[in-house]
């Protein structure tokens, strides 16, 4: 099956810095991938929606300043958490799908663990 | 009320149990999913359903539009199959394409 990595597997860092989250699809085209975010115990909570080549698509409440969102390839997503702090811990996940605007296919990546001193 | 709700939130069977787990949406949807998430974290896609029946190994699924439900059954359950099991569909909110989540089931099987 279609795989979908995600780097790094588990981040450790300071309140204040930025950190970056990569997703990558391996053997497709990724036309839409999606952004995730989960708490403990907690189901999937959809951040945003990523286009290649587009601005992504934020859902309400998740602040787009602070979740830089990249598409810049077919094969590649990244997640910028910006200026992190304590709150921001949590397992992020990308999914990534190889049909435009469509949600019936897809891959999931093994998710990110962010912890923020 | 949520859009996808799963029965039961836990489950607890001995090894060699014939398991089932039940998802109920009120949307339209184009596709119904089954993931798997182990305590590591990392989700697998078990399957994708838009009708019928799919089998896999001692997993099936099945899905019945009409009803707006779908259950996933695991025969001669083993307790590597101990994880949580997320419902997932495929629907259309607010324009777009999303997934929407159950809460997940947790399911633990003893040897």
């Known amino acids: 099956g279609a795989v979908v990595s995600q780097h790094p597997s588990w981040v450790i860092c300071k309140s204040g810095t930025s950190v970056k989250i990569e997703c990558r699809s391996l053997?497709?085209?990724?036309?839409?991938m999606f952004w995730y975010r989960q708490f403990p115990k907690q189901s999937l909570m959809l951040m945003a929606t990523?286009?290649?080549?587009?601005?992504?698509?934020?859902e309400q409440g998740v602040e787009k300043d602070k979740f830089l969102i990249n598409h810049a390839s077919l094969t590649l997503s990244t997640l910028t958490v910006t200026s992190a702090h304590p709150e921001d811990s949590s397992f992020y996940i990308c999914s990534a799908g190889p049909l435009a605007s469509s949600t019936d296919t897809q891959y999931f990546g093994p998710g990110t663990r962010l912890t923020v001193l | 009320k949520n859009e996808v709700e799963q029965s039961p939130q836990n489950l607890t069977a001995q090894e060699g149990e014939f398991i089932t787990i039940n998802c109920s949406y009120s949307?339209?949807?184009?596709?119904l999913h089954w993931l798997q998430q182990h305590p590591g974290g990392g989700i697998v896609s078990l399957f994708m359903?838009?009708?019928g029946k799919k089998k896999h190994g001692r997993l099936i699924a099945t899905i019945n539009i009409q009803e707006k439900h779908s259950s996933l059954h695991i025969t001669a359950s083993h307790p590597r199959d101990s994880a949580v099991y997320i419902c997932?569909?495929?629907?259309?909110?607010?324009?777009?394409?999303?997934?929407?989540f159950g809460q997940g089931t947790r399911l633990t099987i003893n040897p």
């Open positions: 949307v339209g949807i184009s596709a």
């Open positions: 997932a569909v495929s629907a259309r909110i607010q324009g777009a394409q999303k997934l929407v």
């Open positions: 053997d497709f085209q990724a036309t839409t």
């Open positions: 990523s286009n290649e080549g587009s601005k992504a698509t934020y």
């Open positions: 359903l838009s009708s």
